[in-house]
């Protein structure tokens, strides 16, 4: 069996925020910048934090995030090859000023 993990369908996601705090592990962040073409910063998996919890799948009103199986001989799974990883902002997800709480 091989490891699970989230990925986004970038055409379905919408930028509403609302995956962030429903992962434990902060692997759904947006990137610190905007690329060119789009409007907001789009939220990515970190594969690198991604334990494939699937804690957050549900959490997706446009149903953008799904699973992917990862064969643990894949020479691409990103937790047994970790090389560059794009830039994330911090989200404060708790507390009186966190995105969970507005
Ligand atoms: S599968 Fe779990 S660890 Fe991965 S992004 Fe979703 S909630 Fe976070
Ligand atoms: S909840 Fe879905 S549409 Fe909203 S940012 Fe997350 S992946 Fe995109």
């Known amino acids: 069996m091989g490891q699970a993990m ?7 996601c919408t930028g509403c925020d609302l995956c962030i705090p429903h992962c434990p592990f902060e692997a759904l962040l947006p990137l610190l910048q905007c690329p060119p ?7 990515i998996v970190r594969d690198e934090a991604c ?5 957050c799948i549900g959490s997706c009103p446009t149903d953008a995030l799904h699973e992917i199986v990862i064969p643990l001989s894949s020479k691409q799974s990103p937790l047994l090859n970790p090389g560059e990883h794009p830039s994330t902002e911090i989200v404060i997800r ?5 995105i969970s709480s507005v």
């Open 6 to 12: 989230v990925a986004i369908t970038a055409e379905d």
């Open 51 to 55: 334990v494939g919890c699937l804690s």
């Open 37 to 43: 073409g789009f409007k907001k910063r789009p939220i």
């Open 94 to 98: 708790w507390g009186p000023e966190g």
